[in-house]
């Protein structure tokens, strides 16, 4: 195991990240208060409990999960994407390190970063709200592994791009509306029943419900099941990045 | 004589797009030589390189570095290797000190301060240890990608056209540099089109055109053997004509008249130069001064290639 390798290739995303840390920290603190203030004082005042916690309290596991999948997914995909567009991707390939060692470092860096950002919103939020969490290592459990989870799926879209709009296409068009139509600002169980069944279908759907659980102790699905699907995502990402390096897939002419 | 450091056995490469860049290439590299793979743009020499280092997947035969197969036991294959590609490919935001550290690391091994400070200052870098590398200019980069390249300490070196663009302090710093790791025995594998620098620089010389390897030989046998000479002979009176009796001799006489000039091929069993200095006296033809010539590298390699009668294949669309 070349634990230099994994240990550079993570300083080295952390180091790129600190460079940035201000548009990286205020921006996703800014656009979190702004939901607050429009949903969870505007409009929330006027919205009842939502499963007998306020609708301040009730949207904040959604918007961390939401940051979360975005902000997961921009930086393990530029991570890695990054390299693949200036050329120096050269010295990882020619370098003694494994897939899953490459894999280590950059998911795991963006994970962390990830997490911290988690992290942060929380703490945003319990500026506007009375926050409380019923099962913090639950919490933390989801936290983590969503941040794997997506990070991993943004190292498989950063290799998948061929172009800087790519990497802006999944998760513009596929994983904000996911999360915006899983539950991040309503419980499923509001809609009506067709619809809580087409939603079931949405993987987001058990992230946020899961999450919310470990906060209010209630969700839409349990949370076993919640957290299976988790897993199921978590390895479906891991298949994919085993077969990119298997084929040398987009990484080796 | 110790076992190869590199060894290719019939490697071949075909692109995605059916291009066939390697043609069963064989090719053995001994530990501590310096090597020189001669070729025209587009024969394949970066291939070559990145079939060895990993970077593109190779579609037959075999390779071995340090006696590890580098698909198999690509680890310990490549953690042997260096790599100063042919492209100024660096990081931007990143300091010198920083990326030349992360190489070394990437390479499995453990952080050593003194080893990265000898490199940057044997490459005149250490005043620009804490400078971004966008800050820096082309010369500078190609240094750092040096710099990164010697950071893990290899045994073997690979140089991509080191010196293409390259001013010449970068040169003979790198030629400095050169000639220290040889001392310490490190195997060096530069490619070039330039001939000087492989009849500077190698101890052996591969060429290669259109992704087969044309001879391996060692420089020296090489120019010998492919080797014409020439014998100029400065004449004391200038004359007008060549006498008859020394036509169909291979001589040349200058335009002024007053040089003339014999080829000869050094391996042939005659080289007719004493019949021809005889000759010269019978004619009454009288030598000032004379001087022999041997041809270079690049005489040599144009020949080679030009057999093959197909012009080589240009840089890459
Ligand atoms: N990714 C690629 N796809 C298809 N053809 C390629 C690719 N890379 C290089 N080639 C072709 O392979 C040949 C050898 O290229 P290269 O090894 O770079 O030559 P050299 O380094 O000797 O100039 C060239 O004709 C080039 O056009
Ligand atoms: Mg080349």
């Known amino acids: 195991m070349n634990l230099a390798a994994v240990w550079a290739i993570y300083v080295f995303e952390m180091n790129r990240w600190r460079r940035t840390i201000l548009q990286s920290i205020v921006s996703p603190v800014i656009s979190t208060s702004l939901y607050f203030v429009v949903f969870g004082a505007a409009i929330g005042s006027r919205i009842p409990e939502v499963e007998g916690v306020s609708y301040g309290a009730f949207i904040v596991p959604g918007l961390v999960m939401l940051s979360l999948l975005q ?61 409380r969490i019923q099962h913090p290592l639950v919490m933390l459990l989801f936290l983590v592994l969503t941040a794997v989870t997506f990070s991993m799926f943004g190292f498989v879209i950063g290799i998948w791009a061929d172009g800087f709009e790519k990497l802006q296409l999944v998760p513009l068009l596929i994983v904000t509306p996911l999360a915006f139509l899983g539950g991040a600002f309503y419980s499923i169980r509001m809609l009506p029943e067709f619809w809580q069944d087409v939603s079931l279908l949405n993987p987001v759907v058990y992230l946020i419900s899961g ?12 949370v076993t099941t919640s957290l299976v699907m988790t897993f199921v995502f978590l390895g479906l990402c891991l298949a994919a990045v085993v077969a990119i390096f298997r084929t040398g897939w987009r990484l080796k002419s | ?33 310096i090597f020189a793979l001669l070729g025209p743009n587009g024969a394949g020499k970066t291939t070559l390189i990145s079939a060895v280092c990993g970077i593109v997947s190779f579609t037959g035969g075999t390779i071995t570095v340090g006696g590890h197969d580098n698909r ?49 200052r044997d490459l005149s870098l250490w005043e620009k240890k804490d400078s971004k590398i966008m800050t820096l200019s082309g010369g500078m980069k190609r240094r750092v990608l040096i710099a990164k390249a010697l950071a893990h300490e290899p045994e073997l070196l690979f140089l991509d056209e080191p010196t ?23 195997t060096i594998i530069l490619t070039t089109h330039y001939i000087e620098e492989a009849e500077e620089m190698a101890d052996r010389v591969g060429v290669i055109a259109r992704g087969e390897l044309l001879l391996v030989e060692e420089k020296a046998r090489l120019m010998e053997k492919l080797g014409h000479k020439e014998l100029i002979l400065t004449l004391d009176a200038p004359l007008s004509s060549l006498p008859p009796a020394l036509a169909d001799r291979g001589l040349q006489l200058a335009a002024d ?12 069993p005659r080289t007719g130069i004493a019949t021809l200095v005889g ?25 080679l290639v030009a057999d093959k009668n197909q012009p080589a294949e240009e840089a890459r669309p």
């Open chain 2, 257 to 268: 008249g007053a040089t003339l000039v014999h080829t000869y091929d050094t391996n042939a």
């Open chain 2, 72 to 120: 198999r036991d690509y680890k310990a294959a490549r953690a042997m290797i260096g790599l100063v590609p042919q492209e100024l490919t660096t990081d931007a935001f990143e300091t010198v000190w920083d990326t030349v550290s992360f190489t070394r690391g990437l390479f499995g091994k453990s952080r050593d301060d003194a080893v990265v400070e000898r490199v940057l």
């Open chain 1, 71 to 131: 902000q997961s997914l921009s930086n393990a995909s530029f991570g890695i994407y990054f390299p693949r567009f200036s050329g120096t991707i050269y010295e990882i390939l020619s370098a003694p390190v494994s897939p899953f060692e490459i894999v280590a470092g950059y998911v795991g860096a963006a994970a962390t970063k990830s997490v911290i950002l988690g992290a942060i919103i929380l703490l945003t939020a319990a500026l506007f709200v009375d926050l």
């Open chain 2, 279 to 303: 000759d010269l006296a019978r004619e009454g033809i009288r030598i000032r001064d004379l001087e022999t010539r041997q041809s270079s590298l690049e005489d040599i390699f144009v020949g």
């Open chain 1, 211 to 222: 999450f919310r659980w470990s906060f209010f102790g209630q969700a839409d699905v349990s």
């Open chain 2, 1 to 33: 004589m110790s076992d190869p450091i590199l060894v290719l056995s019939g490697v071949s490469k075909t692109y995605k797009n059916g291009f066939e860049a390697l043609k069963s290439v064989d090719l053995s590299i001994r530990r501590g030589e």
């Open chain 2, 164 to 186: 293409a663009g390259v001013d010449v302090a970068l040169r003979r710093d790198m030629w400095e540099v050169v000639r220290r790791l040889r001392e310490n025995g490190t």
